[in-house]
């Protein structure tokens, strides 16, 4: 484990974080990134947060959503990033999203953040009997990729996407 990292706490949301997370929301818009995903105009936080505490049941998922584990990355108190984990996969995380997705707030980065959560969320795959897992990023994302290759990726290909960059798919064996 990086030396760097071994105070960081990948847990659920709750509805103490509202302020830090709708921060880092906006911190990771410029990058275009989602922190929180499927965030509703007017609902209240704590449903926010009981609505993906759902979805990792398999409860409520709205069109095109599979069973996911949202997991924030907290460094002394602090927010510093969040995984998305995807039990299973359907035709478009197949292609492009992959299992995991992350990502880490600009204040917090180039400390080994990214890639201590993505080896955790590796672990939170395993027991649900993933064998290997699809990660993927932008062709010229070379964080991530790097964030990637350290937990062990495998390039499969790079896949044009429509309307977007091309994608790096790769595969991290967990059997
Ligand atoms: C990509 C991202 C997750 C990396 O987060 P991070 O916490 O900085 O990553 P790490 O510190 O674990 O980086 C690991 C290595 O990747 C490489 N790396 C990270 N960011 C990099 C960058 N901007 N440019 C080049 N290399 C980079 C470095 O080699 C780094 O190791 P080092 O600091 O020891 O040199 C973060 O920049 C981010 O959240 N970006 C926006 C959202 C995003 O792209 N998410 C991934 C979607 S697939």
């Known amino acids: 484990m990086d030396p760097r990292e071994s105070a960081l706490r990948l847990r659920p949301l709750t509805d103490a974080d509202r302020e830090q997370a709708l921060c880092a929301h906006e911190e990771l818009a410029a990058d275009g990134f989602e922190f929180l995903l499927d965030l509703r105009e007017g609902e209240p936080w704590e449903e926010h947060v009981r609505r993906h505490e759902g979805y990792r049941h398999g409860i409520g998922l709205p069109e095109g959503y599979v069973p996911a584990t949202f997991l924030v990355a907290e460094v002394a108190g602090e927010l510093v990033g969040r995984s998305s984990i995807r039990h299973e996969l359907n035709d478009h995380l197949r292609q492009v999203g992959g299992h995991i997705g992350y990502g880490v707030r600009p204040a917090f980065r180039r400390r080994g953040h990214a890639t201590e959560i993505l080896r955790r969320s590796l672990e ?32 499969e290909n790079v896949v044009p996407v429509a309307g977007g960059a091309p994608k790096r798919r790769y595969w991290i064996d967990l059997a």
Do not use: F, Q
């Open 124 to 155: 939170v795959l395993r027991p649900l009997g993933v064998p290997r897992a699809l990660v993927t990023c932008d062709d010229d994302n070379t964080g991530s990729a790097t964030v990637i290759e350290r937990c062990g990726g495998r390039l």
